[in-house]
Nanobody, 118 residues
Framework: QVQLAESGGGLVQVGGSLNLSCTASGNIFRINQMAWYRQTPGNEREEVAHITSGGVTTYAPSVKGRFTISRDNPKMTLYLQMNNLKPEDTAVYFC????????????WGEGIRVTVSS
């Protein structure tokens, strides 16, 4: 069984920073792709940032230049450094991983809330 434990969310003022972490545990042979998603009420979950096993990163246009995704492979941990936060960044953030050689994410965290107050 694989579990993803997210931490680092909370309440922050506009312009502030947060650093989200997500640690995987369980029966994992290898983690390929890892990503952060976010979701607000009434909206679909959107991908915020993505990182491959080789460290190649991609970002949603709305966060590019403000957010940085990184991973620590030996620790099986994913990070999301969020700077210059805006009210529109308020959402529940989910980490996700792909442990297969194909397809999309196959394991998801339970989500962590980030609230940016103006």
């Amino acid at each position: 069984q694989v579990q993803l434990a997210e931490s680092g969310g909370g309440l922050v003022q506009v312009g502030g920073s947060l650093n989200l972490s997500c640690t995987a545990s369980g029966n994992i042979f290898r983690i390929n792709q890892m990503a952060w998603y976010r979701q607000t009420p009434g909206n679909e979950r959107e991908e915020v940032a993505h990182i491959t096993s080789g460290g190649v990163t991609t970002y949603a246009p709305s966060v590019k230049g403000r957010f940085t995704i990184s991973r620590d492979n030996p620790k099986m941990t994913l990070y999301l450094q969020m700077n210059n936060l805006k009210p529109e960044d308020t959402a529940v953030y989910f980490c996700a991983i792909n442990t297969r050689a194909y397809g999309g994410m196959n394991y998801w965290g339970e989500g962590i809330r980030v609230t940016v107050s103006s």
